[in-house]
């Protein structure tokens, strides 16, 4: 019998970092992401035998090699969950606030010599609907990339890369989803140097590191380490165009502050998303686009390292993201 899409889930949840060499210690799933679309696969590298022994052919073998997993993830935005490709990503997390109050949580890039720089890694747990030990976790996985887009007449939703281990089955947890809603773009306020600008009806921020699996000779198939490289953060927007205000940015490389707020709520079920990016440089072929009965401008735009949008770690970041919910401190990191 076929098995349908929609029993399935994804679990997630926080481990222990683990050492490089040791087999990372998947955890079960504490939380649960919502999704359009997951597709998780190990990755196995096959080598080939091709030593000629007077037959015509070409390959005598296949030899298994190394394996690691990627996994490519997109869903509508939900303030809590989404801390998790975030801090996973990013690495440096603050949390204050209280139950009663709704927690802020401000995540920048890790710049910690104790972690070297190393993000928080996740067992993500995938659940396909074969029977009661059917769920495949995929231990020590780090997120590479999360681009967020965001219409006007749409939900926010995002699309997510990462890498892991191989996965391995376990008995299947029991999902459990928060009431929070996804996050309609609308309620979004966005303010460019410093003044509100409500001309902005559409866009996307990607923040983006390469995660590279590191292997070596020491009679293991799965990688040594996967090491989290630089961050880099840009983006899109596209605005009604009223002047040559947004223009002149790109034209003299003006490199404007550039804050995207999605809040709504109050109390203790109040959530928030939001982008900071002080130092925002509007760096390629900002465009007068006549493609429908108004102007409109898109501009493409880098997120600049600065010390402003760092965190705790101190350093520099090119973004910061702040995120308010109900999850406690610890949650994420």
Known sequence: ????????????????????GAAPASVAATDFIPWTSYSPVDNVSYLEDLGIRGS?????????GNIFSEHDLSGDVFADTFGYPMVGLLGDVATTGA????????????????SNGQPVT???????????ANTRVFAGCQFSEVDTKFSADGLMTFTAKAKGYASATVANPTPSFSAVAPTAAWVGVTTLAASVN????????????????????????RPYQLFAGPVMCDGNLTLVFESDVQLQYYLSNTQPALQLDFSQG???????????????????????????????LTVPFKGVANTTDAGASAGHSPVKVTLKNAKASGTYA
């Open 122 to 132: 996740y067992s993500l747990s995938d659940y396909y609907g074969l029977g009661s």
């Open 198 to 221: 409500a001309q902005m009806s559409e866009g996307n921020i990607k923040i983006a590191r390469p995660v590279t699996p590191i292997f070596t000779v020491d009679g293991n198939q």
């Open 266 to 296: 109050s109390g203790s079920t109040a959530t928030q998303i939001m982008f900071n990016m002080t130092k925002c440089a509007f760096i390629g072929q900002a465009k007068i686009e006549r493609s429908k009965d108004w102007l409109e």
């Open 56 to 64: 015509m052919v070409e390959n005598y073998g296949e030899i298994q």
């Open 1 to 20: 019998m076929s098995i349908p899409k929609n029993r399935s889930f994804l679990g997630i949840a926080k481990e222990t970092r683990p050492t490089p």
């Open 99 to 114: 139950a009663s109050i709704a927690y802020t949580h401000v995540i920048s890039v890790l710049n910690s010599q104790a």
